[in-house]
């Protein structure tokens, strides 16, 4: 079954420190990744797609079909990153994105 | 371009009423879904559609009807509010099932259910 794992409910970090956002999945085949940014009472927005290997606001993901992960990393966290992060997954037909539960991300100075 | 629409943004029901959550898009997107977002909970999928005339559940249906009658529109009914409905409701859509296509939000619909 697909599946999305975040693991962590709230990350609080320090302003310039680096963030570490996890996603594991669990997925037949090859999966197709995305990284959903929601900022406060905000519509939830596109941030990364790891078949375009871009990098957006300093965010980067890597696949790793090893260990079935699409974490989400910034070297050095600004005040304005604080947001829920949402990993996400197209389901096995291509149809519809599968959620997980969403990581609050909180930076302070 | 008005993008993902959804009227109304605020609605409270009793329980057992019923009501049509609006979406629609000006997009020409073909793919559109319904998710609900709850506290500790992310974003559930309820409903999606592929096509004009094509729907099928999503991860919690139960409670919600939809019907895809124009690509603009997917309207989400709810038949008779329970308070485990009070969410915020969001629509998205998308051009297809491609990676390289992101799917567009809505706003969102904040409903409570007393």
């Known amino acids: 079954a697909q599946r999305v794992t975040q693991p962590e409910k709230l990350l609080s970090v320090f302003k310039g420190a680096p963030v570490e956002l996890k996603c594991n999945y669990s997925y037949s085949g090859s999966p197709e990744l995305f990284w959903y940014v929601q900022y406060s009472r905000q519509r939830l927005q596109l941030l990364l797609r790891h078949i375009s290997r871009e990098s957006i606001k300093g965010f980067t993901a890597d696949l790793n079909k090893g260990e079935t992960s699409f974490h989400l990393k910034k070297p050095f966290a600004q005040e304005e990153d604080s947001a829920m992060y949402y990993c996400a997954l197209f389901n096995q037909a291509g149809t519809a994105l599968i959620f997980g539960k969403g990581t609050t991300l909180s930076v302070s100075s | 371009n008005a993008g993902v629409t959804q009227t109304p943004k605020f609605q409270v029901l009793k329980t057992g009423q019923s009501m049509t959550l609006q979406c629609a898009q000006d997009?020409?997107?073909?793919?559109m879904s319904w998710y609900r977002q709850d506290p500790g909970m992310g974003l559930r999928l309820i409903h999606y559609?592929?096509?004009?005339?094509?729907?099928d559940q999503g991860e919690v249906p139960n409670g919600y009807n939809v019907s895809r009658s124009t690509t603009e529109d997917f309207p989400l009914r709810l038949l008779s509010a329970a308070p485990s409905q009070t969410s915020v409701y969001f629509c998205?859509?998308?051009?297809?099932?491609?990676?390289?296509?992101?799917?567009?939000f809505g706003s969102g619909t904040r409903l409570t259910v007393v």
């Open positions: 997009m020409n997107h073909e793919y």
């Open positions: 998205a859509s998308s051009w297809g099932g491609s990676p390289n296509y992101g799917y567009t």
């Open positions: 559609s592929v096509g004009a005339g094509i729907t």
